[in-house]
């Protein structure tokens, strides 16, 4: 049972299903060399998928798996990579590094449209902010609206917000947010390379 939005972490193991297949087919060649007219044409069956032009498989197979490969060879650790290719990642490692310098620690709620969360989870940060539930945007907007930002954000335990490039809450809201951050105890730091984000964190 499924559904077609959690059916695509099942996109993970697609690599793996995959070195599998080709070696059970070479397997199958090395035992009965007559059946390789039939293992290319497994093999080929299995392929089609990364054909289609569908734009979510053509993401993955060309986009996440196909151009990921050149890296290969100048791979110097996912420190490196994720800084030189994550869109987004240098800005949250500049706050969590200034977060840790200054001895901050706990929720941070995140508006923004990367999602941050594995980022700061293993660098002990937790981080919260989503498109609904407790934490959700829409809620995050209303309490703007009723001037209770803070409180809202005091209710959920936050320590810290980083506020990033987004398509949850419109300009005026940002505008309103960063004000009603500043006169309810936060302050505003400046992150070096931040690519557009704005952190705030709680006295400064």
């Known amino acids: 049972f499924g559904t077609s939005y959690l059916l695509r972490y099942a996109l993970l193991f697609y690599p793996l299903l995959a070195l599998c ?15 390789m007219p039939a293992t290319i044409l497994v093999a080929a069956i299995a392929a089609l998928p ?28 996912d420190q490196a990579f994720l800084m030189e290719n994550d869109e987004g990642y240098s800005a949250a490692q500049a706050a969590m590094d200034w977060m ?15 999602a941050f969360d594995y980022y700061m989870l293993r660098q002990g940060i937790s981080s919260i902010g989503t498109s609904n539930g407790p934490a959700g945007y829409q809620r995050l907007a209303r309490a ?23 398509d949850y ?17 936060y302050t505003q730091i400046v992150v070096a390379n931040a690519q557009g984000y704005r952190v705030f964190v709680r006295g400064g």
């Not at 930002?149 to 990033?164: I, K, N, P, R, Y």
């Open 21 to 35: 297949m080709a070696m059970l087919l070479l397997e199958v060649v090395r035992r009965w060399p007559r059946l």
């Open 50 to 77: 990364n054909l289609i032009n569908e734009p979510v498989m053509r993401q993955f197979t060309r986009n996440d798996v196909i151009s990921d490969l050149k890296h290969l060879p100048s791979y110097r650790g």
């Open 100 to 114: 840790h310098a200054h001895g901050y620690a706990g929720n941070v709620f995140v508006v923004s449209s990367t």
């Open 144 to 166: 703007i609206d009723a001037g209770e930002a803070v409180e809202f954000l005091d209710d959920l335990g936050t320590h810290a917000v980083v506020l990033g490039p987004q």
């Open 169 to 185: 809450l419109d300009e005026g809201f940002g505008v309103l947010l960063a004000r009603q951050l500043e006169t309810g105890g």
